[in-house]
Nanobody, 118 residues
Framework: QLQLVESGGGLVQPGGSLRLSCAAS????????MAWYRQAPGKAREWVGQ????????LYADSVKGRFTISRDNTKNTLYLQMSSLLPEDTAVYYC???????????WGQGTQVTVSS
């Protein structure tokens, strides 16, 4: 029973910050690279960034680089997305995903809504 459960979304003003969490269960979290994706209304799903299994390397989309930080706590089977300097364009449903060695998502959470608005 693989599960990824996102939490921490909500309404925030432009320039604000949010921290999203993704609780994993049903698989060996510590040996899997993980990623965050997002999807805004009327737009295609967008890759946000990813992190290696041990947390030693991260990659980010240009649109979020310098503002978002991905981290993980393998003792808690939890993935995080720290978002700062938020923009209205960041409004989307955010999903965590398990990814393969080639970077392809193969299991997804249900998502959490982030709305950036005044």
């Amino acid at each position: 029973q693989l599960q990824l459960v996102e939490s921490g979304g909500g309404l925030v003003q432009p320039g604000g910050s949010l921290r999203l969490s993704c609780a994993a269960s049903g698989f060996t979290f510590r040996i899997n690279a993980m990623a965050w994706y997002r999807q805004a209304p009327g737009k295609a799903r967008e890759w946000v960034g990813q992190i290696t299994a041990g947390g030693g390397m991260t990659l980010y989309a240009d649109s979020v680089k310098g503002r978002f930080t991905i981290s993980r706590d393998n003792t808690k089977n939890t993935l995080y997305l720290q978002m700062s300097s938020l923009l209205p364009e960041d409004t989307a449903v955010y999903y965590c995903a398990r990814i393969t060695r080639s970077g392809e998502g193969n299991f997804w959470g249900q998502g959490t809504q982030v709305t950036v608005s005044s």
